[in-house]
């Protein structure tokens, strides 16, 4: 479930952004999730619905200020939206440490899982917690996958074809953001697999999001899999999964940036 969401999300962020580098992490999502997650356990009686509730309220807050940040004359453009995903992304990092250093101690342990990530305490309460944002999200951007690709092809020309630009950039940033604040609920921060799973996808199959979605959706399925059997079995105890994310992620994103010297098709 956490593949396919962070997967299915970046897709739908780098197409409707026209932005190879976005990304749940990138945008400042992650990180604004992770702050509403540990601040509902820090001040927040314990129930297992607030914690999605707070990660989609913190994280909606922190794509939209990076949007707002972003914008430029009315656009966005690859570097602003690098540049205000980087600042909100610190801003929330930073809130995110006052948290930790004001905790309680018995509860410090559980915030810092939200900044590492993981799947050890996967059970079916997890499932059941961010199931719900999956079961809501991930239809919406399975039938409204094709508008992605006119989506990518600019604002003039989106709004030629007759599409709403900003009705669907809206509800495609909202529907990614439920999605990847469910799982960031109960498996923490995990980097790369939103950002580097779509150019994988895409250098195989093209990058028609009619196809490149549900593509999208399986192989970040499993190659979640296979990074969490790596964490569980390469050493005596179990290491955070975002380690092995980033060691199989960050080489292959050199060899692309190689390949295609910067651009994107």
């Given at each position: ?5 962070l ?5 739908s962020?780098?197409?409707t952004?026209r ?8 945008l400042?999502l ?24 707070a ?10 200020l990076?949007s707002?940040?972003?914008?430029i ?6 570097i ?6 980087i600042?909100?992304g610190a801003?929330?990092?930073?809130l ?8 309680d101690?018995y509860r ?6 939200w900044t590492l990530?993981g ?9 059941f917690?961010?199931?719900?944002g999956l079961?809501?999200g ?5 039938v409204?996958?094709?508008?992605l ?12 074809l007759?599409?709403?630009?900003r ?18 609920a ?14 994988m ?17 399986a192989?970040?399925?499993?190659l979640?899999?296979i ?7 390469l050493?005596?105890f179990?290491?955070p ?5 980033t ?11 190689k390949?295609?010297g910067?651009?994107?098709?």
């Amino acid at each position: 479930m956490s593949g396919i969401a962070l997967s299915v999300a970046g897709t739908s962020f780098q197409a409707t952004l026209r932005n190879p580098l976005v990304s749940p992490y990138i945008l400042g999502l992650s990180q604004g999730a992770a702050f509403g997650a540990a601040l509902a356990i820090i001040i927040l009686p314990y129930h297992p619905y607030i914690l999605p509730v707070a990660a989609f309220i913190f994280g909606t807050l922190a794509v939209l200020l990076t949007s707002s940040v972003a914008r430029i004359h009315g656009e966005f453009s690859t570097i602003t939206i690098i540049l205000g995903g980087i600042i909100i992304g610190a801003v929330f990092t930073a809130l995110l440490s006052i948290i930790k250093l004001v905790a309680d101690p018995y509860r410090i342990a559980s915030v810092v899982f939200w900044t590492l990530g993981g799947l050890h305490r996967a059970s079916w309460q997890s499932i059941f917690i961010a199931a719900p944002g999956l079961i809501i999200g991930l239809p919406i951007l399975f039938v409204i996958r094709w508008r992605l690709n006119l989506l990518s092809m600019g604002d003039e020309e989106a709004k030629l074809l007759g599409v709403n630009v900003r009705r669907d950039r809206i509800i495609i940033v909202i529907v990614s953001t439920l999605i990847c604040a469910s799982v960031i609920a109960v498996s923490g921060i995990i980097g790369w697999i939103g950002l580097i799973v779509p150019h994988m996808v895409r250098s195989i199959i093209g990058p028609d999001n009619k196809y490149l979605i549900p593509a999208s959706a399986a192989f970040g399925a499993s190659l979640m899999l296979i990074t969490d059997t790596l964490c569980r079995t390469l050493f005596t105890f179990e290491i955070p999964i975002s380690i092995i994310t980033t060691l199989i992620a960050a080489p292959y994103f050199i060899y692309l940036l190689k390949k295609i010297g910067g651009g994107w098709q």
